[in-house]
C-alpha cells in the first residue's frame, strides 16, 4: 500500500469544492485548478489537459470518498 | 423503463420544481440561485451514496446523467440572466456569479468523469504517469 501526497492534496480539494458552501466556490475551485495545473505542467506526459487529469482522478477519488464516510460515521459512532 | 430508486427521486422531483418555477419566472433571481445550490447540494450527497459509495447499477448511472443534465441547463439558464457585469458582486445570499459558474463547471467535470470515453484503463494510465504510484495500491485516511 502507498501514499502519494500530491494526489491527496488535490483530492482533498476536490473534496472541499463539492462540499463546501455556495458563496466559497469561485475560491475552492481555484484552488483545486491551481493543484491540478502545476500537476500538469511538471508532468512529463505531453499533451495532458487539466480536464483530462481532473476526469482520470475519477476512481481514486471514489475510494478517497468512500474512506472519508467511512471514517466519519466512525468518529460520530464513538461521539454518540 | 428505468427504476427510480430513493434519492434519485426526491432529488429529481425537487429539481424539476424548480425548472418549472425558474422558466415561469415565478421568484427573484437570488431566490432561484438559493433554489439551485439546494439541489446541487441533495445531488452530490444522492451522488455519494449511489455512485461512490456503493457499486453504481446502470439505473442509478441513468439518473444520474439525466438530472446532472438538467442542472447543468438551469445553472446555464441563471447563468444567462445574471448579467455578467455583476462579475464581482455579491447577492443576498453572499453567492456571487463567480460561484454559480464554478459550480456549474464543477457539474461539466462530473459530466466528463462518469459519462465520458475515458475507460478506467486510462485513468490508471494517467495516475501511474502523472503520479508515479499505482493506482490500486493507494491507501487512504488517517489509518493508512
Known amino acids: ?80 | 423503463m428505468m427504476t427510480l430508486t430513493p434519492p434519485w427521486q426526491a432529488v429529481a422531483s425537487i429539481v424539476e420544481h424548480n425548472t418549472r418555477d425558474l422558466i415561469a419566472g415565478r421568484f427573484t433571481l437570488g431566490s432561484e440561485v438559493a433554489s439551485w445550490f439546494k439541489s446541487l447540494t441533495l445531488f452530490r450527497e444522492a451522488e455519494a451514496d449511489r455512485l461512490m459509495e456503493n457499486e453504481p447499477t446502470p439505473d442509478d448511472l441513468a439518473w444520474h446523467r439525466a438530472i446532472l443534465a438538467t442542472l447543468q441547463a438551469d445553472g446555464e439558464r441563471l447563468l444567462l440572466e445574471w448579467a455578467e457585469a455583476d462579475d464581482g458582486s455579491r447577492n443576498a445570499d453572499r453567492i456571487s456569479r463567480a460561484d454559480l459558474e464554478a459550480a456549474v463547471r464543477g457539474l461539466g467535470s462530473a459530466q466528463t468523469a462518469w459519462h465520458g470515453e475515458m475507460t478506467a484503463e486510462q485513468r490508471k494510465a494517467i495516475i501511474r504517469e502523472v503520479f508515479q504510484v499505482e493506482p490500486d495500491d493507494l491507501k487512504f485516511g488517517s489509518a493508512a
Not at chain 1, 501514499?3 to 463539492?18: D, F, G, S, V, Y
Not at chain 1, 483545486?32 to 505542467?41: A, F, G, R, S, W
Not at chain 1, 487539466?50 to 477519488?61: A, F, G, K, M, N
Request: proline residues 2%.
Open chain 1, 1 to 80: 500500500m502507498s501514499r502519494c501526497p500530491k494526489l491527496e492534496a488535490i483530492l482533498a480539494a476536490k473534496h472541499r469544492l463539492e462540499n463546501g458552501a455556495p458563496e466559497e466556490q469561485a475560491k475552492l475551485r481555484a484552488e483545486l485548478e491551481e493543484l491540478l495545473k502545476n500537476v500538469v505542467t511538471g508532468s512529463r506526459s505531453s499533451g495532458l489537459t487539466v480536464r483530462q487529469l481532473e476526469d482520470s482522478l475519477r476512481d481514486v477519488y471514489r475510494e478517497f470518498v468512500r474512506v472519508k464516510r467511512r471514517e466519519e460515521r466512525e468518529k460520530l459512532s464513538r461521539i454518540r
